[in-house]
């Protein structure tokens, strides 16, 4: 859950991620649609916790993870349970900005989330002990990188790659987005967005959402097997669109 970008375009809401892992993770769970209470989400499935690093749901809401918060921390293991569920947990909050004032993180490990839920784009980021909340706008376009696995020179250069790409590309489709995320870097596998670290740590898979008015669009690209996974889930009837 390493590399995060945030992308809006004249045709609707961009966000992407790549996830980047060690050998010895369990390989993912193709994304698949979950019905609850009239409600349906969509998200790949972590084999090992069951938690996942995104998701989105049929009223536009979308929510990713990263590990760590503002810079690499020291695990320090057990933990009351793994960031991938508390981002689920996190999701089904009714009101994200009032409610995780009251979420209790206590004994997790430190994360970074990006939510953009009514329309409304948030960062909150846990450092193990205190909670930071900020609205970022909707109009801007934003990378993160995992501070867990990119210091603050590696997030500079990522930032440099994004602003340059962009300026070539300001009103991407989803196709482009996705060539950046495997494509963008200087060579150095290592620090590259589609990274490899001496085959133990390496990017395994790419997720995009696109956020129309009418539909959100799940492309899952598996690095493992070179297959796509592409779900198109309608938004809810009778509701406003979180994006226009």
């Known amino acids: 859950m390493c590399t995060v970008t945030f992308i809006p375009t004249n ?22 649609k979950i019905s609850s209470d009239g409600v349906d989400i969509i998200y790949p499935k972590d084999p090992d916790a069951g938690g996942t690093w995104i998701a989105t749901k049929n009223n536009g809401d979308t929510i990713v993870l990263l590990n760590g918060a503002f810079k690499k921390h020291i695990p ?3 933990y009351a349970k793994s960031r991938g569920l508390i981002l689920l947990s996190i999701f089904e909050l009714l009101n994200f900005e009032k409610s995780i004032e009251q979420f209790d993180l206590m004994n997790i490990e430190p994360f970074t989330i990006v939510y953009y839920t009514h329309k409304r784009l ?12 900020q609205e970022l706008s909707v ?14 020179t590696m997030n500079t250069k990522r930032k440099e790659w994004f602003e340059k790409w962009h300026l070539t590309c300001p009103n991407p489709n989803l196709e482009q987005v996705i060539n950046f995320h495997l494509t963008a870097g200087d060579g150095d596998s290592a620090e590259d967005l589609k990274m490899n670290r001496q085959n133990e740590l390496f990017t395994v898979s790419i997720s995009t959402i696109f956020i129309s008015k009418a539909y959100n669009d799940f492309v899952y690209f598996d690095l493992y097997t ?19």
């Open 11 to 32: 045709e609707g809401i961009i966000i992407t991620s790549n996830r980047d892992e060690h050998i010895s993770r369990g390989k993912a769970i193709a994304p698949i």
């Open 122 to 133: 948030f960062e909150f980021r846990w450092d193990g002990q205190l909670k930071y909340l």
């Open 76 to 78: 320090k293991p057990p």
């Open 139 to 152: 109009h801007e376009s934003y990378i993160w990188s995992s501070v867990t696995l990119y210091d603050v």
């Open 226 to 244: 070179n297959q796509n996974t592409k779900i198109r889930m309608p938004h809810i009837k009778k509701q406003v669109s979180t994006y226009s």
